[in-house]
């Protein structure tokens, strides 16, 4: 690593955690009797200390600004603290840090005990080794003494390399001899950065990533949702990438088959009713062919460039329905994938399960029954003892998951396995 120290700032750096001050300053003026001033000034107020802040932009005298600050804490604590989300890239790149050696830690004015609470909430506190924040009621912090605190004894300034958005955190990383990087995704305002002498300057968090780890971007991780007709999977999909993407995670939502357009176009071959009649051998070689096309233009490269693919059903679901529910073998189906998918397995898989009548009746209320789904109903059950063979072949990656409960319990089992996985 080109530095021995990496130290972050927190606001508009690590994270975007705007929405939940500027709510939680409005809501102390509104409670205070004070105009509520418009976005441009509620923004100032993230990043340099609170106190400062209510003084200059409210005119208030020292003990007016703390009185506001139990006020708005009133809040933020609750509520303000979690209405924010990590910038794309940042858990990536604290994994990767952490990898290779580098020390890694946070200097921020924010109170030290929100920034434990919120780096535990974000699932990043196992990459940090330090977090330099201030006491609650401490308004004088400098941010020199609070970075110089996030380094370990005796360690040198010049060895470390300091990301902020505020030209308060690039000065003062200057001042003591650091590197300093500018985070102008942030809170900073036109120039702010480089006028305060910045050495690097990134206007999007993916590319300060990829500046910092010398372009050498982890692989991402590659995460399939399978299961029968109606078991719910499009639900979960659209809230796993949700909360993956408030984590920090770039996400790439796509499915099987289909997922670009010429793979779009084998689906409609597929799926079309005016394909019924097609031979079971046909079927398997398109679905390969779809996935041959999805795999080298959507997935391998996401997944090069650090990305988290969530696909819509995979090779497993060929195991299913074409091994299993056509009846043509594992080992056939194998081979007619081999060169589509190469080397290529999900890190993890999630198989949503729910017994037929629920499937059955979960599909009679969405969009008109597709050529697989009006399939009779023991071509289904081969289906559900592929996706069994399909979890006792490989029970590690595999992860069952029971799809009749509410859409929120099922989510918690989902987030919880994606969860441990992306901790590994
Ligand atoms: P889709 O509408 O995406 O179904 P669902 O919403 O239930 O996922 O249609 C995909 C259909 O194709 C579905 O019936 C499963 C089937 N299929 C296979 O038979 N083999 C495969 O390899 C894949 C990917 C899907």
């Not at 289906?383 to 072949?393: K, L």
Request: hydrophobic share 40%; net charge negative; with cysteine.
């Amino acid at each position: 690593m080109k530095y021995r120290y990496y130290l972050f700032d927190f606001d508009g750096t690590i994270a975007d955690t705007g929405e939940g001050i500027r709510k939680s300053v409005m809501y102390s003026a509104e409670k205070l009797g004070y105009a509520v001033p418009d976005v441009e000034v509620l923004n100032r107020f993230i990043g340099p200390p609170l106190h400062d802040s209510y003084k200059r932009y409210f005119g208030m005298t020292d003990d007016q600004a703390e009185h506001a600050i139990t006020v708005y804490r009133e809040r933020y604590i609750d509520i303000g603290l979690y209405e924010s989300c990590l910038y794309p890239g940042i858990p990536a790149l604290l994994k990767a840090l952490r990898a290779r050696e580098a020390y890694v830690a946070l200097a921020s004015a924010k109170p030290q005990m929100m920034l434990e609470r919120l780096t535990k909430y974000f699932g990043i506190d196992g990459y940090l080794d330090a977090i330099s924040g201030t006491g609650l009621h401490r308004h004088d912090a400098d941010k020199q003494d609070l970075l110089m605190a996030a380094l370990p004894e005796g360690a040198k300034a010049e060895e470390a390399c300091m990301v902020g958005d505020r030209c308060f955190d690039i000065e003062a990383a200057k001042a003591l001899g650091m590197h300093a990087v500018g985070a102008d995704y942030g809170y900073s305002l036109p120039g702010e950065l480089a006028d305060s002498g910045a050495d690097e300057v990134y206007a999007a968090s993916p590319d300060m990533v990829a500046a910092l780890l010398e372009g050498d971007v982890p692989r991402g991780m590659f995460i399939t949702l399978e299961g029968s007709d109606g078991c719910g999977k499009s639900t979960q999909i659209a809230r796993l990438k949700d909360w993956l993407e408030r984590r920090g995670y770039e996400v790439v939502l796509t499915r099987e088959p289909g997922g670009c357009p010429i793979s779009e176009r084998i689906r409609e071959v597929i799926l079309s009713l005016d394909s019924k009649g097609m031979s079971a051998e046909c079927e398997a070689l398109l679905y390969a062919a779809s996935r041959a096309e999805h795999v080298r233009e959507v997935v391998e490269p996401a997944l090069k460039s650090g990305k988290i693919v969530i696909c819509d059903r995979f090779l497993d679901s060929s195991i299913a329905y074409q091994a299993y529910g056509r009846e043509l073998g594992e080992d056939l189906i194998r081979q007619i994938n081999a060169p589509a998918v190469g080397n290529l397995t999900p890190d993890v898989t999630l198989l949503l399960q729910v017994d037929r009548a629920r499937a059955r009746a979960r599909m009679a209320s969405g969009a008109p029954l597709d050529r697989l789904e009006i399939e009779r109903e023991d071509f289904f059950e081969r289906v559900a003892r592929g996706f069994d063979a399909v979890r006792s072949a490989d029970p590690e990656r595999v992860h069952l998951i029971d799809a009749s409960r509410s859409i929120e319990e099922v989510f918690r089992d989902v987030r919880s396995v994606v969860g441990e996985a992306l901790n590994n």
